[in-house]
């Protein structure tokens, strides 16, 4: 018990030995019912299609039908983002003249 006793009791924490191990770790399987609480949690998705620095002096010149040149190559790879982390890569593709985009790779975490 970890507690000072010029407190009037204290929190009365108490100290506890972890249980010892034999071996590795347990890897604990998941399956998607133990994820149903978080199925109807909105996330943000967003693609890019690409970037570009300009200086603010350009900027305020810009008028309709600018044409702003960005960092990418026609036919490149997208950036797919949730909650701005980047999660993937992909391809713009037409469905039912509206843009989507199709992953053509998936981004390791690290």
Same mark, same amino acid.
């Not at 391809?91 to 509206?98: D, S």
């Given at each position: 018990?970890?507690?000072? &006793? ?17 071996? &590795? ?16 949690? &909105? ?68």
């Amino acid at each position: 018990m970890i507690s000072d &006793p010029g407190n009037g009791g204290g929190l009365g924490l108490e100290e506890m030995d972890a249980p010892e191990r034999d071996g &590795p770790a347990q890897v604990i399987e998941r399956t998607a019912s133990d994820l149903e609480a978080v199925f109807d949690v &909105p996330v943000r998705i967003s693609v890019v299609l690409g970037r570009t620095r300009i200086p603010v002096a350009a900027l305020l010149k810009m008028d309709i039908g600018t044409v702003v040149e960005l960092d990418r190559q026609v036919g490149e790879a997208v950036e797919i983002f949730i909650n701005e982390r980047l999660v993937a890569r992909g391809e713009i593709v037409l469905v039912e003249n509206r843009l989507g985009v199709t992953m053509t790779e998936i981004v390791k975490a690290g």
